[in-house]
């Protein structure tokens, strides 16, 4: 069974390292954009036009490929007062129950996300006016990708989670 989780941790690892890389060099091209425009601004009052929209496109995107990422790392911040003050198993169930209440939720926003995805498909709907428009499809797949992401890896951490469980309750250290 632990070789089964340090198998899929591995391969999910390899996957959401991708999505940070590709969401740092976004991050970067997006940085670099915003200077162009703020510069043009004010040294020739020519903004580069479109810099609104490509923010305001890729903030989301960036978001959602870096949150997985973030859970795989358990970088996450979060409140300790309660945690701190219990044992190894009550952790544990803490961490459970974090993890089924964050898989209800991406569960929910895919679910409510997937009919706006196919809608923005087949109408072709885009983002802007004016300088530059964006169609939204990419945006809204990248969205339910991340967060199927999330599902997969919060489901993961819950199997992790109710072994471990299992193992304290049954008096095995759990490894």
């Known amino acids: 069974m632990i070789k089964f989780f340090r198998f899929i941790q591995k391969i999910l690892g390899k996957i959401f390292s991708a999505?940070?890389?590709?969401?740092?060099?976004?991050?970067?091209?997006?940085?670099?954009?915003?200077?162009?425009?703020?510069f043009g601004r004010a040294l020739f009052n020519k903004p580069f036009r479109g810099?609104?929209?490509?923010?305001?496109?890729?903030?989301?995107?960036?978001?959602?490929?870096?949150?997985?990422?973030?859970?795989?790392?358990?970088?996450?911040v979060r409140s300790t007062v309660f945690y701190d003050k219990v044992g190894p198993l009550g952790k544990?169930?803490?961490?459970?129950?974090?993890?089924l209440i964050g898989i209800v939720v991406f569960v929910m926003?895919?679910?409510?996300?997937?009919?706006?995805?196919?809608?923005?498909?087949?109408?072709?709907?885009?983002?802007?006016e004016g300088a530059?428009?964006?169609?939204?499809?990419?945006?809204?797949?990248?969205l339910i990708v991340g967060a199927g992401f999330m599902v997969?890896?919060?489901?993961?951490?819950a199997g992790k989670k109710v072994y471990s469980i299992i193992n304290r309750i049954l008096g095995r250290t759990p490894s």
């Open 19 to 38: 999505f940070q890389g590709i969401s740092s060099a976004w991050l970067f091209v997006l940085m670099t954009l915003i200077s162009i425009d703020v």
């Open 51 to 76: 810099t609104p929209e490509l923010v305001s496109f890729s903030i989301v995107v960036i978001a959602f490929l870096e949150l997985p990422y973030v859970l795989w790392t358990n970088g996450h």
């Open 92 to 99: 544990d169930i803490i961490d459970l129950i974090a993890a």
């Open 109 to 128: 926003l895919i679910k409510s996300s997937m009919n706006d995805f196919i809608k923005a498909v087949r109408i072709g709907e885009f983002e802007g």
């Open 132 to 142: 530059l428009r964006i169609p939204t499809s990419p945006a809204r797949a990248l």
């Open 152 to 157: 997969l890896q919060l489901i993961f951490n």
